[in-house]
Nanobody, 124 residues
Framework: QVQLVESGGGLVQAGGSLSVSCVASGVTFSSYLMGWFRQAPGKQREFVAAISRTGGAQYYADSVKGRFAISRDNTKNTVLLQMNSLKSEDTAVYYC?????????????????WGQGTQVTVSA
């Protein structure tokens, strides 16, 4: 079973940049599609971005398109979410997720493994 550990969250001012990363262990990382979700206080968890097994395809939620970039390094079992032009509404706990099935476009509907989350806070 895949184990996912996120890191890199923190506090940043609006308009700034921050990256969060996720390291996977216990599995063949390149067999998994990877992605990120987030959950703000009082709101449901929402899809943010997904990336294919090779990294050649990415898919983003409309709310982050053009500001966030997802990438992966299969040699380091790592997936990265680079967040730019951050807004206060980006404040949330960010969760790494993984699946062996589906595609980047239906990532949110797949059977997912989850990390424990990392807090990102954007101050106005």
């Amino acid at each position: 079973q895949v184990q996912l550990v996120e890191s890199g969250g923190g506090l940043v001012q609006a308009g700034g940049s921050l990256s969060v990363s996720c390291v996977a262990s216990g599995v063949t990382f390149s067999s998994y599609l990877m992605g990120w979700f987030r959950q703000a206080p009082g709101k449901q968890r929402e899809f943010v971005a997904a990336i294919s097994r090779t990294g050649g395809a990415q898919y983003y939620a409309d709310s982050v398109k053009g500001r966030f970039a997802i990438s992966r390094d299969n040699t380091k079992n790592t997936v990265l979410l680079q967040m730019n032009s951050l807004k206060s509404e980006d404040t949330a706990v960010y969760y790494c997720a993984a699946t062996t099935s589906g595609s980047v476009r239906d990532f949110a509907a797949s059977n997912l493994y989850w990390g424990q989350g990392t807090q990102v806070t954007v101050s106005a």
